[in-house]
């Protein structure tokens, strides 16, 4: 371990085959999510609003199992075993989808539901091993990987919607197993290399233990698949579901939490809790991206960006992850060249500093009004921009967030912390349904300008909330910063 820890550079090599997986997988999940809505409405002749509610409801199943998939790591599997199981479980729903879209669909995405769970979180987790306690290079190790998993959205995002609508769904599902399985590939061919990361906690059982409870674990991870159907088929469950998780969530964490024996263990938990709250807030925001985003882009925009036409849809589900990928690795340079100069802002600032542009873009996207033409239609390079704020807020938060999960987790409890991260995406894309159904103007028939004053109505009000959040940041962060103890 100290081998890979005392690495020389920026970054370690080991981040670089993660990366790899990590960009793989996001593949995977991103083109299967970017055909979810349009196929349930085109093949499985949902309307527009169940394809919705369902499309939601698995979102923040997806990231609610990271919850378990994180437990199951710390206790039984370790982050290698949990990452093969996730793999191989999104790898088998997304092939029999592609074998008979219509027999399989459920059941393929209730196997992508575990899969991502037991992958996602434990990835990340390994990256922060990657890591000596205190190394002011982890940020800027987050912020690559970063660009990984965005890569692997904006390929998947285009490749596997463009193979369904122009060929076949088959081909679409076809794609991300296909992904899914270069990326599994790749993880089995290097994990020789993270050698000592990952690995079983029950690693020193005898073996039949070992095998015992990994065969425990995968049978309770398919024995959810009932339950997983029943809350996709009818979403009321979902809410039940929703209203439950956390709740449990949290008490399991403060179990956790209480048999921590230093108090300075404990105190740096409470403030990753708080992060995660705030993560909440971000995501609940930040993901109208999917929502009420889209359907704006769809009604509300010219296609003229500058000097080229082109379909606001695709910028809305492709600008993200381009600015992304270009600027995470800048913003990752900056924070190192700070950190040479001793002036590195703090977690707490740079989640502060997260909600200030995300409430500058908020603006922005509430500021298209006045650009608007009678026919409520307005300017898409001004929509675009206020992307690029929205993800240099992302990229303030969302890295930084799983960088601070690898800082202030003891050890036993890194995979639980990661899926509670995650189970604040849950969160945040459950409420971000709700908010963009709640800014959405109630007359289906409404014109497309007074659609417009709707939704920019509700963008002005979210700008407010996040630099409400912000400033809450900025008053709690000497408080934050002392239960940090020393972790920047
Ligand atoms: N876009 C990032 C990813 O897919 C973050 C997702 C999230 O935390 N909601 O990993």
Redesign the pocket.
């Known amino acids: 371990l100290e081998d890979i820890q005392n690495f020389e550079g920026k970054y370690p090599k080991q981040l670089w085959y993660l990366f790899l997986v990590e960009m793989w997988e996001?593949f995977c999940f991103y083109g299967m999510r970017g055909v979810l809505a349009i196929f349930m409405v085109d093949q499985l002749l949902l309307s527009d609003r169940d394809a919705n509610l369902k499309y939601g409801a698995i979102q923040a199943f997806v990231?609610a199992f990271t919850f378990v998939g994180g437990i199951f790591a710390d206790k039984f599997l370790g982050f290698k075993r949990s990452l093969v199981f996730g793999a191989s479980m999104m790898l088998v729903g997304n092939g029999l989808i592609a074998l008979s879209p219509h027999d399989y669909f459920y059941f393929g995405i209730a196997l992508t539901i575990i899969g991502t769970g037991f992958f996602k979180p434990n990835i990340s987790s390994m990256v922060g091993d990657l890591y000596k306690e205190g190394d002011p290079r982890r940020d800027a190790g987050f912020g690559m990987f970063y660009s990984g998993?965005n890569v692997g959205?904006l390929l998947g995002g285009i490749l596997c919607v463009y193979l369904g609508k122009n060929y076949s769904w088959n081909y679409a599902f076809a794609a991300a197993a296909t992904v899914m399985a270069i990326g599994l590939l790749i993880f089995l061919a290097t994990k020789k290399h993270i050698k000592p990361i990952g690995n079983s906690p029950i690693e020193h059982l005898p073996k039949a233990t070992r095998i015992r409870s990994e065969i425990f674990v995968y049978v309770a991870a398919l024995a959810s698949i009932p339950l997983i159907f029943l809350m996709i088929n009818n979403t009321t469950y979902t809410d039940y579901f929703m209203y439950t998780i956390g709740p449990i969530a949290l008490g399991y964490f403060v179990w956790q939490m209480m048999q921590e024996k230093e108090s300075k263990a404990r105190q740096q938990l409470i403030a990753a809790l708080i992060f995660i709250v705030f993560s909440i807030f971000f995501?609940a925001i930040f993901e109208q991206a999917g929502g009420s985003l889209a359907l704006f882009a769809n009604n509300n925009l010219h296609d003229d960006l500058f000097f080229f036409n082109i379909d606001p849809n695709v910028v809305n589900n492709g600008a993200n992850s381009l600015f992304v990928i270009i600027f995470s690795p800048l913003l990752g340079l900056l924070w190192l060249a700070m950190a040479k100069r001793k002036s590195e802002p703090n977690t707490v600032i740079k989640f502060a500093l997260g909600f200030v542009f995300l409430g500058l873009a908020y603006y922005m996207f509430f500021g298209t009004r006045f650009f608007a033409d009678a026919d409520g239609k307005t300017s898409l390079g001004v929509f675009t921009l206020a992307y690029l704020a929205v993800t240099i807020g992302e990229l303030c938060l969302?890295p930084i967030g799983l960088s601070m999960i690898t800082k202030l987790s003891p050890k036993r409890l890194g995979g639980m912390m990661m899926g509670l991260w995650?189970l604040a995406?849950a969160y945040?894309q459950y409420v971000a349904g709700l908010l963009g159904a709640g800014m959405s103007s109630p007359d289906a028939n409404a014109s497309a300008l007074d659609k417009l004053i709707a939704y920019t109505d509700g963008y002005q009000q979210l700008a407010i909330y996040s630099i409400v959040a912000a400033l809450v940041l900025f008053i709690l962060s000497p408080f934050v910063k002392r239960l940090m103890h020393g972790v920047r």
């Open positions: 996001r990231y998993i959205a995501f969302s995650f995406s945040g």
